[in-house]
């Protein structure tokens, strides 16, 4: 029962993906745009982007009751904050906080859609976004040294392609919570 309970929570608040799709695809443009944005501005861009997924991922783990999904929440709360406490942060420390957070997130988006797919089709938006992160935070772990400018076009890509599954993943989940309610959803 469980895995009905993630199941309604994620489609009841297919709002909540939409949005942070919606911020992620935003991030990977600005990023994309203008990749001479100083290290300081994209610090404080990413740390606004992972305090609010954080929040928002906190928000669905206490309704759906996943202790991963709460955790994964925290961590990103955490990390968003301590881009506002210390906005000086180096680029290889920023580099390695985000390529945590992205592969954490990941694998537990991965074991998420594969517990989920006996129940929905279209699980595999949600894998595809967890691999994707997963790949991201590798390439940020072994490839420190690329620089700055790198970084920001390796978020940017990243964040739009993330943010597009997610997109896809909320209007799904909204057409499931449609079929399931019916046409008053």
């Known amino acids: ?66 202790w991963w999904l709460l955790l994964a929440g925290v961590l990103g709360v955490l990390v968003g904050v301590y881009t506002f406490f210390y906005p000086g942060i180096t680029a290889v420390a920023l580099l390695y906080l985000i390529a945590a957070l992205a592969v954490v997130r990941g694998i537990f ?37 690329a620089g700055a400018l790198a970084m920001v076009w ?4 990243w964040a739009l392609f993330f943010g597009l599954i997610m997109i896809i993943l909320a209007v799904r989940l909204r057409g499931f919570r449609r079929r399931v309610a019916g046409p008053s959803a």
């Open 154 to 157: 390796l978020i940017g890509v």
């Open 109 to 145: 988006e991965i074991v998420t859609a594969i517990r989920l797919r006996k129940e929905m089709t279209g699980e595999w938006a949600l894998i595809l976004a967890g691999v994707i992160s997963v790949l991201f935070g590798l390439v940020l772990f072994t490839r420190p040294a």
């Open 1 to 66: 029962m469980a895995i009905l309970a993630m199941l309604d929570a994620f489609s009841g608040n297919w709002q909540a993906l939409l949005l942070r799709g919606i911020l992620a695809v935003l991030l990977g443009i600005v990023a994309l745009a203008m990749p001479g944005l100083t290290l300081g501005l994209l610090v404080l861009l990413y740390g606004v982007y992972v305090l609010t997924d954080g929040i928002m991922a906190i928000w669905v783990g206490a309704k759906a009751r996943a």
